[in-house]
């Protein structure tokens, strides 16, 4: 079974007309999407668009053969023009399955949100799903791992979770991200964020084999994600495993009786959270490191770090002197063997603080110092780095 994509873009396009953002200024030559729609071995077409007689002639293929056109969600702005030749667009009842001469059979899926989902088998036995722009499936999974996954997945992340949890998203499925708009930067920065989803982007008149999966992306397994104070930092570290069924968000900072800002913060992070994650606050880090289980995010090492110079009571010079240092040295020692050694996948974050004002107190340099130090000595055994500024991620290894 072959899938054309003659659009991968979101309902208006990429860029949207009229709309003068930065996502859409950038958006040029191959990074111009016209709205998703699939085209399955010329028999099937899953969303007029259009421009899809167009977008067919220039991916070599032709319409002609279309002997099922299936909407997945409400189309909104003019009527879209029908092909002369092309069958009339339906959308298909919740649970109906259609079986078409050439051997497709389609089964229509429930969604959490407006519009329908389709999952194709192709006369070969090959399943694709395809899910429609904002929309996750609703109520129960079955029937195995998919072959290819073309949805949301910048927008709805969480789809890909359920479909894991579901088992219906295995380790060689290939996912597709289609539906692509504004809210994703082009380029590198598309790339690195699909890949951490264990997605990927493909241009506009791509054909793919059903099946094939050479291009599956490579997962990292340990990531630090640093940078300044409100950068983007957390966001960005909770974005790279929002796709996965279940993370342990493991908080270093634990709870401060009677201080209503720093609750505040922690609100805030667990309203970020999807609902399946679960929260440890720690930090006694190895012993979760050694563990298996489901990925770890770690927010953060500087907390951590605070808390490992509380136990030697490295604030105090006489005590620091005292073994306070060669203490907290050993801690940092443990942890970076820890990471060294998990199976797990593990997102880490932690402050870049080097970079700033010369601390006033003796203290202060030494905890600028130490921590300048243990991520660097983190980062080492991480396979991805990353540097968050201003709210973009810098790639420093990976």
């Known amino acids: 079974m072959e899938v054309t994509l003659l659009g991968t873009g979101g309902p208006s396009g990429l860029p949207r007309p009229g709309c003068p953002c930065a996502a859409c200024a950038s958006a040029l030559g191959p990074w111009v999407r016209a709205a998703t729609s699939l085209l399955v071995d010329e028999v099937l077409l899953l969303d007029l668009t259009p421009g899809a007689a167009l977008a067919a002639a220039r991916a070599g293929h032709s319409l002609g053969g279309v002997r099922q056109v299936l909407l997945s969600h409400p189309h909104d702005g003019p009527a879209v023009e029908i092909p002369a030749g092309l069958p009339r667009p339906v959308r298909v009842p919740d649970g109906r399955e259609l079986t078409l001469l050439s051997g497709h059979r389609v089964r229509a899926l429930a ?18 799903l395809y899910l429609p722009p ?45 539906h692509l708009d504004h809210g994703l930067p082009p380029g590198p920065e598309t790339t690195r964020r699909l890949a951490a989803a264990g997605a990927r982007a493909v241009p506009d008149g791509t054909t793919l084999e059903v099946g094939a999966y ?74 979760l490191l050694a563990e298996t289980g489901p990925p770890l995010l770690i927010d953060c090492l500087s907390l951590w770090l605070t808390h490992a110079m509380d136990e030697a009571d490295a604030w105090d010079e006489a005590a620091w002197a005292g073994g306070g240092e060669r203490q907290l040295q050993e801690k940092v020692r443990e ?46 055994e991480c396979e991805h780095v990353l540097l968050v500024v201003a709210g973009q991620a810098v790639v420093l290894r990976g």
């Open 111 to 128: 969604l959490d949100s407006p519009g329908t989902g389709y999952a194709v088998t192709g006369p070969d036995g090959l399943r694709l």
């Open 134 to 178: 904002g929309a996750a499936p609703a109520g129960t999974l079955d029937g195995g791992p998919y072959a290819m996954v073309c949805a949301d997945v910048t927008g709805r992340p969480d789809a890909l979770a359920r479909l894991r949890a579901a088992g219906t998203l295995g380790p060689a499925t290939e996912v597709i991200a289609v």
């Open 214 to 287: 050479e291009e599956v992306p490579d997962l990292p397994r340990r990531t630090l994600v640093l940078g300044g104070a409100r950068s983007g930092k957390s966001v960005e570290a909770e974005r790279r495993l929002e796709a996965f069924p279940e993370v342990v968000y493991v908080a270093t900072g634990g709870t401060r009786e009677g201080d209503t800002e720093w609750a505040s913060r922690v609100g805030a992070h667990r309203e970020r959270r999807p609902g399946s994650w679960r929260t440890e606050e720690t930090c006694e880090l190895p012993p």
């Open 335 to 380: 942890l970076v063997k820890a990471v060294r050694e998990t199976r797990r996948t593990v997102v880490a974050v932690s402050n870049e603080v080097g970079s700033g004002i010369v601390p006033a107190t003796a203290s202060g340099r030494r905890y600028r110092d130490a921590l300048g130090r243990l991520n660097a000595a983190f980062a080492a």
